[in-house]
């Protein structure tokens, strides 16, 4: 079993992927139009938009679609871990050009660095880069203190 997220647009799903390809390490793995279906029934300038596409990004898989009232995501992210400070800096810079900051990048008690924003094709992002855990006091192989 394998759980992956599929977004909704309202018609930049192509742009939106090819931005993540390029500026995310993506790699896009298909792509199927409105037009490709048989008997389309749907508005000529929507024929090129994306029925379905999919994308993986690190280990998982995105997929996403063109609707043409697709609302932006309000209540769920896509939650990227970075590799280091300096790449998080990176991509924060990126996703935010042009998008909607709801926790700017800062250091938290969880986080090195941690930020919460809206992207400017409507996809909200929690971008997080973690301390390297260290194992309990006591605890050779770093077991959980809550559990014992």
Known sequence: MKLDIYLNYRGNCEEAFHFYETH????ISGVVRHG???N?????DWKEKILHARIDIATTTLMGADIPT???????????SLDSEAEAERVYGLLT??????????KTPFANRF????????????LLHQPEAE???????GGDPWLG
């Open 36 to 38: 490709e279906q048989p």
């Open 115 to 126: 930020a919460m924003l809206r992207d400017k094709f409507g996809t909200s992002w929690m």
């Open 40 to 44: 389309p029934n749907i508005p000529a």
């Open 135 to 141: 194992p309990a006091k006591g605890d050779a192989a």
């Open 70 to 80: 697709a609302e932006p995501m309000r209540s769920a992210y896509l939650s990227l």
């Open 97 to 106: 050009d042009g998008g909607e900051v709801f926790m700017k990048m800062e």
């Open 24 to 27: 995310l390490g993506g790699k």
